[in-house]
């Protein structure tokens, strides 16, 4: 999903040592993608809304939070450069998250002064970056490192926890005019930056939102003087000093405009929603973001970019998000919770009955299954989005599937039971990446509660008169099978399965990659290394909450 950009965003962000332009070079996968892959669109920064705010400053006297002062900005004579990312997606909080490994992983209980204290509390996304190294945690960390390739250890060498010079070198890759040993004196461990909406045209550009950045500093008077500096040499830089943050944004009207809806609405902290959606965010996390969709469908501009790219007919989106990125012992984690999330009036509710044993559906498939998917409670799930209407399916589109399946003699919905079962496992096994591998399909179907006979005539059909070999279908106990290939014991007692999907029993859905199986041998020296990804999808509270998670769990130190 993209946003319109904003005018002017400032390209800042905590530059890791050594940033890589290919993952295996020393870093970890973007949570699970295997080495060679390029990162996924969760490590990247997203384009994001343009800024609007409305202008003035606090009335009655200074802003909250104490005296400011700010660099005014002078025309330059050029034009201004592109360098402002204001956070303003639910991926946000992972954003800093593609460097070494042990910035990716500093652990932190984000201690000492927020940035929502200072950001204000009408805003509709928001995210945050502590790099401080939580002690506490150091356990988990040590494990986890124990369990990275060991190419990879090889090539990052010993981290030292220096995460002050991270945030020096981000800052000065967006300010190459500022010396980093300057910049190293004054700048804190912290960054957040939050999006809201305003009327101010001046502020937002005519674009309905504008944003700004809180990066924490421990010497506010010699931020303020650095930041003056480069404010005289930049005329899309404006800040001011509050608390134990630099305000920063692309002009003085956006930072005039913060000042008053902090007024208005208080900042993002003391808002309830935000908090209480925050509330429930692992422990641990070293980046946080959040962001209200209801809020961003408000905004004209963001709601026509977001609209475009959803199917054509849907309604109003609506709902919260948080999004976080974690370290335990096992496996890097990241994780997104969203409330309340309705897409033309339908909600998760559909998915919310189904009792969570997706994980242990895919336990009984072979144990050298490469890739999985696991379900349960899929055949009332999908009965009752049928009858409702199947999202995102047209009534014409449902309709023609409903006649191709009649046709095979697999009636609907009376069939779905007996297709799907209880709970559901596709495994594929036996995978061959390497070149002129064969590219006969190997898999094993696993319905509980399942109709062989419904199966059988799917499988018949499927396969044609002509067919010289179909899957075979055959029972387990109370589960149908359908196979083709061959497989011996049981997923759930291999290490790496157990270690990757530990604590998701819940889950109504979920996701397996064998990345020991599926990672090429001529990519990396010891695919056997790099352990395996899982994914979870859990829905509880009637619906209401819906939580994704995505994992990573090394397995070199095994």
């Known amino acids: 999903m993209s946003y319109p950009d904003p005018p002017q965003q400032p390209q800042w962000q905590p ?72 956070p303003a997606a639910a991926g946000v909080a992972v954003v800093v998250m593609a460097g070494t490994v042990w910035a990716t992983v500093s652990l ?71 010396d980093q040993a300057d910049v190293e004196e004054w700048i804190g461990q912290g960054v957040g930056g939050a999006v809201w909406p305003t009327d101010d045209e001046e502020a937002a550009e005519g674009a309905g939102v504008t944003g700004a950045i809180a990066l924490s500093v421990t010497d506010g008077a010699l931020a303020e003087e650095q930041l003056s500096t480069l404010a005289s040499q930049n005329d899309d830089l404006a800040f001011e000093i509050v608390d134990d943050f630099a305000l920063m944004s692309y002009s003085e009207a956006a930072i005039a405009d913060l000042n008053r809806q902090v007024e208005d609405y208080g900042p993002l902290d003391e808002s309830d929603t935000f908090s209480g959606d925050l509330a429930d965010v692992p ?14 469908m408000a905004v004209e501009e963001i709601a026509r970019d977001i609209e475009s790219e959803l199917p054509s007919g849907s309604g109003a989106l609506s709902g919260r998000a948080t999004a976080s990125v974690r370290i335990d012992g096992d496996y890097l984690e990241a994780r997104m919770d969203v409330f309340g999330f309705e897409v033309d ?24 299954t490469v890739m999985a998917f696991g379900g349960t409670g899929l055949d009332q799930a999908v009965t009752s989005a049928y009858e409702d209407g199947i999202p995102f399916l047209s009534r014409g589109e449902q309709t023609e599937m409903e006649q191709e399946l009649n046709a095979m003699g697999v009636p609907v919905p ?82 790496v399965f157990q270690q990757t999907m530990q604590e998701m029993d819940d889950a109504v859905l979920a996701g397996y990659v064998d990345l ?43």
Do not use: C
């Open 15 to 86: 530059q890791q040592p050594g940033q890589p332009g290919q993952p295996g070079q020393g870093y970890p996968p973007p949570y699970g993608a295997a080495p060679g892959q390029q990162y996924p669109p969760q490590h990247q920064q997203p384009p994001y809304p343009q800024h609007g705010a409305p202008g003035g400053g606090a009335p009655g006297g200074p802003p909250y939070g104490g005296q400011y002062s700010g660099g005014q900005m002078p025309p330059s004579g050029g034009g201004r450069r592109n360098r402002w990312l204001i």
């Open 108 to 178: 932190v209980d984000f201690g000492g002064p927020q940035p929502e204290t200072v950001l204000p509390g009408n805003a509709i996304a928001f995210g945050k970056v502590d790099l401080a190294i939580d002690g506490s945690q150091a356990i988990e960390l040590l494990q986890f490192v124990d369990r990275l390739p060991q190419e990879m250890l090889e090539e990052m060498g010993e981290p030292d926890g220096d995460t002050s010079s991270m945030m020096a070198e981000g800052f000065v890759e967006a300010f190459p005019e500022a």
């Open 283 to 296: 422990g641990g996390s070293v980046a946080v973001g959040w962001t209200d969709l209801g809020g961003l």
């Open 345 to 368: 009036q339908a909600d998760l509710s559909w998915l919310a009955e189904s009792p969570g044993a997706s994980v242990g559906a895919m336990g009984d498939l072979p144990e050298n």
């Open 414 to 495: 009376d069939s779905f039971s007996g297709l799907l079962g209880t709970s559901t496992a596709f495994g594929a096994t036996d995978m061959d990446f390497s070149p002129g591998g064969s590219d006969e399909a190997a898999f094993e179907y696993r319905a509980v509660g399942g109709e062989e006979q419904v199966l059988n005539t799917l499988i018949e059909e499927m396969a044609g008169p002509y067919a010289t070999s179909a899957p075979q279908v055959r029972t387990d106990g109370d589960t149908v099978v359908v196979s083709n290939g061959s497989g011996g014991g049981r997923l759930a007692d291999d290490e």
């Open 516 to 558: 020991r199986q599926a990672v090429p041998a001529e990519e990396v020296s010891a695919p056997d290394e790099w352990g395996a990804v899982g994914v979870a999808l859990s829905v509880t509270d009637g619906g209401e909450r819906a939580s994704f998670e995505l994992r990573w769990a090394p397995s070199g130190g095994e």
